[in-house]
């Protein structure tokens, strides 16, 4: 079955600009998961949606970044104002948190967008 | 808190030598533990995981690796390398559901660059 996808896969933007990701998960999964990964800090957990409840931010690292899940599937992650540091491949995961499965508690990650901010 | 430390952030075998990729973590309470490998330019793929069953967990591609609580680790093994088997690979932890352990994301250990020598 198709996996988790996102878009674009690449994105260059100049500094200050404000940017938009976009992850579709696998059909059904209903907890879904942004993270980046940078040259410098490795993958960090930024934030994490579980069906109708309250997104957990805590990996958020600052307020220009933020993010939103419409009717429990597609997920935007939007970041204003960008700046250099922003510059990473951020990834989109989602995981099927119902009945046991292979995939139960393991994430499966899309391909990643590309950020580069100039 | 929990957190995973990767030794070693490049690591060489020959082809059809053991892989040994080593992983230690640090949770208050037992965690889930995963393995992930990601192939250049594509997203991440989950190798394994651990998930307070058998303590020896087998993969795919051949891969296994062994949760030793008296030495919290989690050490990722393939008895003979592959060519294909370069890439980079994470382990990481988090928490088990409903044991208070904060956000549900994954930590991620900084990785570890696997080079397959002919």
């Known amino acids: 079955g198709a996996g988790v996808s996102q878009s674009p896969s690449n994105k260059v933007t100049e500094k200050g600009k404000d940017v938009e990701l976009r992850c579709d998960p696998i059909?059904?999964?209903?907890?879904l998961y942004w993270y980046r990964q940078s040259l410098g800090q490795g993958l960090e957990f930024l934030i994490y949606?579980?069906?109708?409840?309250?997104?957990?931010k805590s990996g958020l690292p600052s307020d220009r970044f933020s993010a939103e899940r419409t009717g429990g599937s597609v997920s935007t992650l939007t970041i204003q104002r960008t700046q250099q540091e922003d510059s990473a491949v951020y990834l989109c995961a989602s995981r099927d948190s119902g009945t046991p499965s292979v995939g139960r508690f393991g994430q499966f990650f899309g391909p990643g967008t590309r950020l580069t901010v100039l | 808190a929990q957190s995973v430390t990767q030794l070693g952030s490049h690591v060489s075998v020959s082809e059809g030598a053991l892989v040994l990729l080593r992983c230690n973590y640090s949770s208050s309470v037992p965690p889930y533990l995963f393995w992930y490998v990601q192939y250049p330019n594509q997203g991440l793929q989950l190798l394994l995981k651990?998930?307070?069953?058998?303590?020896l967990v087998k993969g795919i591609n051949g891969f296994e690796a062994e949760f030793k609580k008296s030495e919290t680790s989690f050490h990722l093994t393939k008895p003979s390398a592959h060519m294909s088997d370069a890439a980079e690979y994470f382990c990481?932890?988090?928490?088990?559901?409903?044991?208070?352990?904060?956000?549900?994301?994954?930590?991620f250990g900084k990785g570890t660059h696997l080079i397959i020598q002919p």
């Open positions: 651990y998930t307070s069953a058998a303590t």
């Open positions: 059909s059904g999964h209903t907890a």
């Open positions: 990481a932890v988090k928490p088990p559901p409903r044991s208070g352990g904060g956000a549900d994301g994954l930590t």
């Open positions: 949606f579980q069906g109708n409840s309250a997104p957990d």
